[in-house]
T-cell receptor, first 116, second 111 residues
Framework: ETGVTQSPTHLIKTRGQQVTLRCSSQ?????VSWYQQALGQGPQFIFQYYREEENGRGNFPPRFSGLQFPNYSSELNVNALELDDSALYLCASSSHGDRGAKNIQYFGAGTRLSVL | KQEVTQIPAALSVPEGENLVLNCSFT??????LQWFRQDPGKGLTSLLLIQSSQREQTSGRLNASLDKSSGRSTLYIAASQPGDSATYLC??????????FGKGTKLTVNP
């Protein structure tokens, strides 16, 4: 148990719809990162949020957006869903700026999104 | 652009065997390297984190080494067990706080 919780665990949507995924970070962590993991691939960085602002973004289009709340929980929103958006979406929490041993990113169990 | 490669992509061994998983990365300017375990359809469990100034880390039957100058890391698993069957992912962290992952090695330990 990492203390990072994601909801929902599974989701089925159709092409063109919008989806919101949620993540609660581990106690004491102020940074949330989101990753997309397609089947058979390693996770790909989508973006990171720190102090309610985006703090780095990977190679994902603007229809992927996010929010971070004052309690450090976070949402990932995806608009105009495409078939290729089907993946496991992982959330990780950490403490910003500490790149030493303490900056272990703790991952949630993920949300499995299927786009039909 | 940082790229992480893991070899082999899949590995099947009999129970009790010692084994080595390999990870290489293209940019040696990293802060740390982590090894994760992922069970099918599940999230990631951090196994070991090696800071850039360290050469190795050990946890139980696991030992990870890091040679930053050559861009390589290995994960050594001693006396493998069927419960070790999973996908093992290597990830590096550089100047930004994002992790760059390899595609993983799928390990099967046969009873």
């Amino acid at each position: 148990e990492t203390g990072v919780t994601q909801s929902p665990t599974h989701l089925i949507k159709t092409r063109g719809q919008q989806v919101t995924l949620r993540c609660s970070s581990q106690s004491g962590h102020n940074t949330v990162s989101w990753y997309q993991q397609a089947l058979g691939q390693g996770p790909q960085f989508i973006f990171q949020y720190y102090r309610e602002e985006e703090n780095g973004r990977g190679n994902f289009p603007p229809r992927f957006s996010g929010l971070q709340f004052p309690n450090y929980s976070s949402e990932l929103n995806v608009n105009a869903l495409e078939l290729d958006d089907s993946a496991l979406y992982l959330c990780a929490s950490s403490s910003h700026g500490d790149r030493g041993a303490k900056n272990i990113q703790y991952f949630g169990a993920g949300t499995r999104l299927s786009v039909l | 652009k940082q790229e992480v490669t893991q070899i082999p992509a899949a590995l099947s061994v009999p129970e009790g065997e010692n084994l080595v998983l390999n990870c290489s990365f293209t940019d040696s300017a990293i802060y740390n390297l982590q090894w994760f375990r992922q069970d099918p359809g599940k999230g990631l469990t951090s196994l070991l984190l090696i800071q850039s100034s360290q050469r190795e880390q050990t946890s139980g039957r696991l030992n990870a080494s890091l040679d930053k100058s050559s861009g390589r890391s290995t994960l050594y698993i001693a006396a493998s067990q069927p419960g070790d069957s999973a996908t093992y992912l290597c990830a590096v962290q550089g100047g930004s706080e994002k992790l760059v992952f390899g595609k993983g090695t799928k390990l099967t330990v046969n009873p």
